[in-house]
């Protein structure tokens, strides 16, 4: 039997060398084991809880033209919606009565939606459900807007680093987005007081097996409160739209990794491993995440939202997300709970 997955448990750390060589060796035998501890971690730390938040996509303009992403400013086939503030408000009373108490609002970084609309905003939600966190996942913004944020009263940011390498960041994002300035923004939100989520892309384009483990010494050493990873999944109008998939099974093998790394992390079975596996969600759950995110958008701005090809839960089917993960969850011996779901106090 390998050793490293126990080192890995006792240690929740690795060398280097010891990371390259668990994905280097992604064998069947080496998922279970790993996923087995992870499962039986996150099992100590949360029970066969999940917790479950509410996705509000209130926006697919963006700035940005990060060269993966469907919803770039490049990408001049989009069909570009922004909700209303009414509009989200009515997302988060329909989630309010579904049992949400975390409501996520993400979108891609809209020069039209002000800092002070979503201030505004992010008072009325936090004024009308003053039991719910309130999520935000708006890219990166100057300290004093993220201070703003929080002080209106949001909870939680959400901001993948996408790849802890400055070169490999290069060949994903035009010559003005800058891995520094992600790092930077990271750290304002973490001593704001914001719990904090980064993440990263699994099989993302030219990603190399150093350029993973370079994310999870970035991840352990931010210590971030949540940790967002999915596969990478090709969108037919980028510059992209030709490279490969990232696989379920590398997928898996990296939540169980950062599970065993990082015990208490609040970790996703993203809406993208149910994309490239029908029963992907289940799966993640299974290798040690222990967090779901239905979507609460209105059916028909759904599809819009498109970041990558075949995204699920964007037909009329969808309505009811909450049910159908629950009824899944429920399949694997799982149960979502209902209450707002923060990190684990020491
Ligand atoms: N604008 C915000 C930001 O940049 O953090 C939030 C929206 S952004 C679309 C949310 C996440 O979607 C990104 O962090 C990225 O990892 C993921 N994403 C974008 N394109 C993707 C693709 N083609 N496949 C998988 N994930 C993708
Ligand atoms: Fe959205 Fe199942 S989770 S349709």
């Not at 930077?184 to 150093?210: A, D, R, Y």
């Not at 065993?260 to 290798?287: F, H, Q, V, Y």
């Not at 779901?292 to 995204?311: G, H």
Request: with cysteine.
């Amino acid at each position: 039997m390998n050793k490293l997955p126990a080192k890995l448990e006792k240690e929740q750390f690795l060398e280097k060398d010891e990371f390259k060589w668990l994905l280097e060796n992604n064998t069947p035998e080496l998922r279970a084991d790993l996923s087995n501890r992870a499962k039986r971690v996150a099992g100590e730390i949360f029970g066969n809880g999940v917790y479950v938040r509410g996705l509000i996509e209130f926006s697919n303009y963006c700035k940005n033209d990060c060269y993966y992403c469907g919803i770039r400013c490049g990408n001049e086939q989009a069909h570009r919606y922004r909700l209303s503030e009414q509009e989200i408000l009515d997302c988060c009373a329909i989630g309010y009565d579904l049992g949400f108490r975390t409501f996520v609002l993400q979108g891609g970084e809209d020069p039209d939606f002000s800092d002070e609309m979503m201030i505004k905003l992010i008072g009325k939600i936090r004024s009308d459900y003053d039991d719910c966190a309130i999520t935000l996942s708006l890219g990166e913004r100057p300290r004093a807007v993220y201070e703003a944020f929080f002080t209106a009263g949001a909870n939680r940011y959400l901001l993948r680093h996408e790849t802890a390498s400055a070169e490999h960041y290069r060949k994903l994002h035009p010559r003005e987005l800058r891995l520094e300035n992600r790092k930077e923004c990271l750290t304002h939100l973490k001593e704001i007081g914001f719990q904090v989520g980064t993440g990263f892309m699994v099989g993302s384009p030219h990603q190399t097996v150093e350029n993973l483990v370079a994310d999870l010494l970035f991840t352990k050493e931010l210590n971030p409160q949540m940790i967002g990873i999915g596969p990478f999944i090709p969108h037919q109008h980028t510059p992209y739209k030709d490279a490969k998939a990232g696989t379920l099974e590398e997928t898996l093998l990296l939540i169980s990794i950062l599970r065993l790394m990082l015990p208490k992390a609040l970790i996703p079975a993203t809406t993208a491993l149910g994309t490239i596996d029908p029963n992907g969600r289940e799966a993640g759950i299974l290798a040690g995440a222990n967090v779901v995110m239905p979507n609460l958008s209105p059916v028909s701005v759904r599809k819009d939202y498109s970041l990558y090809d075949n995204k699920i839960c964007t037909g009329d089917e969808a309505a009811e997300c909450r049910v159908c993960l629950s009824n899944r969850m429920k399949g694997i011996g799982y149960e979502i709970l209902t209450h707002r779901g923060d990190y684990p106090k020491d």
